[in-house]
């Protein structure tokens, strides 16, 4: 890791440095009003090299999948296959107008086509949009198609959505930005939905439930049939969050189970890569019954041709364009090299590393639900006194992983949530647990050097409280 | 938890204090200590009316938001400028320089229904 | 099975250890009759034979590598430095997760500072967030954030000429909420008088859908002096050349940063861009990153403001937004500092010079008239026969001349919308003027 402090571009400036050079102006100068041009433009001056050093060591200040071993629970940082990216970067892919007559990108179409029916048959849904740009997106889709339903039906009663309370805070928020009311249902003590609460909250103002399966407790929701025949029962649907479909793909589909409408992440389990931060794709799937309400344009066959065409009940556009097509050239070639076995096989050496994993740790540490858990397990980190989850994964940076999801979900306390997906070697699994085995003993006998890590990295721990109180949130010379 | 024994409460661990004609909220030593660290609060306009149990104020720490509960209905009448540098003082002093708000009382009556001293540490000490 | 390090002998130590007799055996809480189903779907393919196939498959389209293309409406192909992808296909970048171990991400971190501090440069505001899914979405979250912000007002002026897609996306995040969506025409200083009290945000699109760009003098004061909220949503190449919108008064500034680095990828990943005033910062929703220090008294960065978020405030949080364009604004950071100072001045200056060379080619040809007064890379020309017969007939010659009108207004059946870059050449924008000239003979 780089431990050397990188300026910013604005320290490495220097005026009359030229980075990219452009083509001379083959056509005459056209004045431009003064009322309209700007006087001053405050950006830096780099060399092209300065800028290349720059931006090769701040990545290597960075820990990644590529250089590090990412167990963070449920966000699925499996291996990014490089075959993806040489798949995305053909040039025309790169280069195709989205305005593009249609006759001229029937390849796109095409592409599109395939892996909408592709995602549908893995789900066991019957249409599906690739529109939504992340997870959160796709959510506030599924959301807004519910609410349209009932509208439609002329049910103007139907507001309340429940959201167990092991649920990603996106799914409470999707629901304010809709405008429906997020009702909280409580986990029972095997941390599933309390099927007791989920019936005292049944009624005329349902509007459905949102539901996460296998749940953020990396546990297979066993009452999911139940679930979703009672809210059905009760006029409501079932919107299925896919956060953490790594653990099913080819073992079960959740359209078979009732849901009528659920989103997958594309940069989770479709191995399309984070980026920092994105860009994701928050596919969204539906059943029959809200097929027609998905947002739109979509792909469909006419003929021979593959054509755009929006839903006759479609909630309508979630973003311009058709979705971030050059993260599904990569998901499509992902699938394609898996075909239904290898889909099948993801799943389950996912939750067979999760078990081994699990089988490891709860030999020292608090795991909560022993039973056997799908493609992650929660942990406790508080494992000796005056030692919280943020130590320990503060210390793991030590040692040189990153650390897994701490402090989620929120039932959970000194929530540590372990993840290490199918792409992780046995050897990787048992020096992690091993680690985990001397950071107990650590705990136990030094914990200051839990209190005091990370001290391997470029800076320690930031003080997040200042940087809260008096932000700074750009470069002032 | 520290108490101030001339303030009324809440639940939802806001206090209320007379002061003259007006009175003072802010929210309890029990509150800013599970917050931890505030830096930031986000307070109402002057002149904007409240019914008792509203939510008039925002306090975020780095890791929580929390709404603030307006004890009695009333009329805001003062905001405390000094949270704009110093939100810490919420947990420095939480009943005195980490006031919130002063109001006017639209129904002084509402003061009888809040948690006396006492009764709101019974009630704090179960969480 | 590609991907997956497991052996048979992996797979067998592993069932010792947890004590299961099969794999089969982990799934017993999935339903037995939904075990296993059988999916239908083509046969696995070798890497090889899937670049094999989508090889093919991209030969079924058009680019805009081949050709003259001066199609724009809200996607443009400008020129993208090799730096760029370089760089930011790094594995270090592209696969690293969100930052939220500040210790271990700070390449990301001080990677999206740079981006901040940059995009508020350009923008001529104090605070950037770390980006939104595009433009349309960002413009549809800050009509939502100056709601929010300047509570109990339901009106909403937005311009008649806002792009067609940009106005759907903010009727679908606005659909749950009373709020009046009111379209205003003309000089927007004139149309700025129309702000009154119960009126939240003006909304400006700079340039327009239809290429024009306002004179934005005196907009900002109508604005502010009725209570409300500037929003401007601006082209950032056009941003390097015209005075920022800040400058003019806007209190929340958007873009669509594809052009800064991106490339046109058949509509995304886009980059949508949010930036504001120092007061609305914390009505600002998406990720931000501030500077911090360590005990030591090291200078890191840090994500900060996370209160406003979903993860912690949840159903009370302004969006729900978690993920979103992160290696896109990576990409167009790295584009701006390959570029820099005078780079992207230059970049906007070829994209004026050049539009405004073949708007005063095509303006000589008979019966084609250029309908705007002032405009930056894209202008709006009325054509002597329908657009869309115009566009059929070139494209057959290799040349698009740019985007019908009627594809989204089907009564302005005479109006074509041209884009100009600095990627077009003047033999290009030569042949653009002699095919249409044939074409509308």
């Known amino acids: 890791m780089n431990l050397t402090p990188e300026p910013l571009v604005y320290g490495l400036s220097s005026p009359g440095r030229v980075g990219v050079v452009l083509p001379e102006s083959d056509v005459p100068v056209a004045p431009v009003p003064a009322w309209l041009e700007r006087d001053t433009l405050p950006l830096p001056e780099l060399d092209e090299l300065t800028t290349v050093r720059h931006f090769t060591r701040l990545s290597q200040k960075n820990f990644s999948i590529d250089t590090n071993f990412y167990p963070l629970g449920s966000c699925t940082m499996k291996y990014n296959p490089k075959a993806n990216e040489a798949a ?341 699994l048992d020096a992690f647990a091993a680690v985990l085995d001397k950071i107990a003993d650590e705990a136990r006998d030094n914990p200051a050097l839990l209190h005091d890590a990370p001290t391997t990295t470029p800076v320690g721990r930031l003080d997040e409280v200042a940087a809260a109180r008096c932000p700074v949130l750009c470069y002032r010379a | 938890m520290k108490l101030d024994t001339n303030a009324r409460y809440r639940k939802s661990h806001e206090w209320v204090r007379k002061d003259g004609a007006q009175y003072v909220v802010g929210i309890s030593d029990h509150a800013q200590e599970s917050l931890g660290d505030i830096v930031f609060v986000e307070l109402p306009a002057l002149g904007k009316a409240f019914k008792q149990g509203d939510a008039f104020a925002v306090v975020e720490s780095v890791k929580a938001a929390s709404d603030v509960y307006l004890p009695m209905s009333g009329k805001i009448v003062a905001v405390n400028d000094a949270l704009e540098g110093a939100p810490d003082l919420i947990n420095r002093e939480p009943y005195a320089g980490g006031w919130l708000v002063k109001f006017e009382a639209s129904n002084p009556a509402e003061w009888d229904g809040l948690l006396a001293p006492a009764a709101y540490e019974t009630e704090a000490s179960k969480e | 099975m590609p991907f997956v390090p497991n052996t048979d002998a992996d797979r067998a130590a592993m069932l010792a250890a947890i004590g299961a007799g099969s794999v089969e055996e982990l799934f017993a809480d999935v339903p037995s009759a939904r075990r296993f189903p059988k999916l239908e779907l083509p046969k696995a393919l070798s890497e090889l034979e899937i670049l094999r196939e989508l090889d093919a498959l991209a030969k079924k389209n058009e680019a805009t590598d081949s050709g003259a293309w001066f199609v724009g409406g809200g996607a443009y192909s400008h020129f993208v430095p090799a730096m760029v992808p370089a760089l930011a296909g790094r594995g270090e970048f592209l696969t690293a997760y969100t930052p939220y171990q500040a210790e271990v991400s700070q390449g990301t971190l001080q990677a999206i500072f740079e981006y901040q501090s940059m995009a508020a440069a350009l923008f001529g505001v104090e605070t950037v967030n770390a980006s939104h899914y595009d433009g349309a979405t960002a413009l549809a979250e800050a009509v939502l954030m100056a709601l929010h912000a300047v509570s109990d007002r339901p009106r909403v002026m937005i311009p008649a000429a806002l792009h067609p897609e940009y106005r759907e996306v903010l009727a679908t995040y606005l659909e749950a909420f009373e709020v009046e969506l009111v379209e205003w025409t003309g000089p927007a200083a004139e149309a700025a008088k129309g702000v009154d009290s119960r009126t939240a945000c003006f909304l400006v699109q700079w340039p327009d859908f239809e290429g024009e760009v306002h004179d934005l003098s005196g907009v900002a004061d109508a604005v502010h002096a009725a209570g409300a909220l500037l929003l401007v949503h601006v082209d950032p190449i056009f941003a390097a050349l015209a005075k920022s919108p800040g400058s003019l008064g806007a209190d929340i500034v958007t873009a669509e940063g594809q052009a800064l680095g991106n490339a046109l990828y058949y509509g995304g990943p886009y980059l949508g861009m949010m930036g504001a005033t120092a007061k609305l910062v914390r009505k600002m929703p998406g990720r931000i990153v501030g500077e911090a220090k360590d005990k030591d008294g090291r200078l890191g960065y840090v994500l900060t403001l996370s209160a406003r978020e979903q993860h912690i405030r949840r159903e009370k949080a302004v969006s729900n937004i978690c993920s979103n364009q992160g290696l896109v604004m990576l990409q167009s950071t790295i584009y701006m500092a390959a570029l820099g100072k005078h780079g992207m001045a230059r970049v906007a200056r070829l994209c004026w010079d050049k539009a405004h060379y073949a708007a005063a080619e095509l303006g000589k040809l008979p019966g084609f008239k250029v309908a705007n007064r002032t405009f930056f890379k894209e202008f709006l020309v009325r054509t002597p026969v329908p657009a869309a017969e115009l566009v059929a007939k070139l494209e057959k010659r290799g040349v698009h001349p740019g985007l019908a009108l009627s594809r989204w207004h089907p009564e302005r059946t005479h109006e074509l919308l041209v884009a100009v870059t600095e990627m077009n050449t003047k033999e290009q924008i030569d042949l653009l003027a002699r095919s249409l000239a044939e074409a509308s003979k």
């Open chain 1, 88 to 428: 995305a970067a053909h040039p025309s892919w790169r280069n195709l107008h989205p305005y593009a007559p249609e006759s001229l990108s029937q390849g796109a179409l095409e592409l599109v086509f395939r892996l909408q029916e592709i995602l549908a048959e893995i789900g066991g849904f019957k249409a599906v949009s690739l529109q939504p740009a992340a997870g959160a997106h796709g959510e506030l889709a599924g959301v807004f198609m519910i609410r349209k339903y009932h509208l439609e039906r002329g049910d103007t009663r139907r507001v309340k959505i429940l959201i167990p309370d092991s649920a990603h805070g996106t799914n409470p928020a999707s629901c304010t930005m809709a405008g429906l009311e997020a009702v909280t249902i409580p986990s029972n003590a095997e941390g599933g939905v309390d099927l007791g609460a989920l019936k005292a909250a049944l009624g005329p103002e349902l509007a459905g439930i949102m539901i996460t399966n296998p749940n953020t407790l990396g546990l297979f929701e066993r009452n999911i049939e139940e679930i979703c025949r009672l809210v059905h029962e009760a006029g409501g649907l079932v919107y299925g969050d896919g956060a953490n479909m790594n653990a099913v793909t080819g073992v079960f589909r959740p359209g078979d189970s009732g849901i009528d409408v659920m989103h997958f992440n594309l940069h989770k389990t479709f191995s399309t890569p984070h980026g920092g931060g994105g860009p994701g794709v928050g596919m969204v799937a539906a059943n029959a019954t809200l097929a027609e309400f998905l947002p739109g344009p979509l792909v469909v066959k006419k003929g021979a041709a593959f054509a755009l065409a929006t839903p006759a009940k479609s909630i309508g556009r979630m973003k311009a364009f058709y979705g971030n097509f050059a993260v599904l050239v990569r998901a499509y070639a992902y699938v394609r090299m898996l075909g239904a076995e290898g889909l099948r096989r993801l799943a389950e050496n996912a939750v067979l590393n999760a078990n081994y994993l699990k089988a490891l740790v709860e030999k020292r540490w608090k795991v909560k639900y022993g039973r056997r858990c799908m493609h992650e397990f929660v942990a406790s980190g508080d494992i000796a006194e005056g030692v919280h989850t943020l130590d320990v994964a503060k210390r793991l940076i030590d040692y040189g992983f990153h650390p897994p999801t701490i402090y989620f979900p929120l039932i959970v306390p000194e929530a540590v949530m372990i993840e290490p997906t199918e792409t992780e070697s046995k050897e990787t």
